[in-house]
């Protein structure tokens, strides 16, 4: 993980499916849980999805919130 992937978190929107459009960081944590049970997508929205998955399961969300601030998210 490098710093700039949490910017990534609270700035990329969900490209595809029930939550298309939504925040990464916004995603509903049974959402992320399934990715994590079914297997996350290729490329870089997967390795973002299962950061954010990491994040939210260990209950670090709070660690997002400064850079939602800077982001305007």
């Known amino acids: 993980m490098q710093p700039e992937d949490l910017e990534l978190l609270v700035t990329w929107a ?3 499916g029930k939550y298309k459009g939504r ?5 509903p944590g049974h959402y992320l849980n399934w990715f994590a049970r079914e297997g996350f997508p290729a490329g870089e929205i997967g390795r973002l ?5 990491e ?8 660690l997002l919130a400064p850079l939602r601030k800077r982001s305007g998210h």
């Open 23 to 27: 925040i990464i960081a916004d995603l």
């Open 49 to 53: 999805l299962q950061l954010m998955q």
């Open 14 to 16: 969900m490209p595809f």
């Open 55 to 62: 994040i939210d399961h260990n209950g670090l969300k709070d």
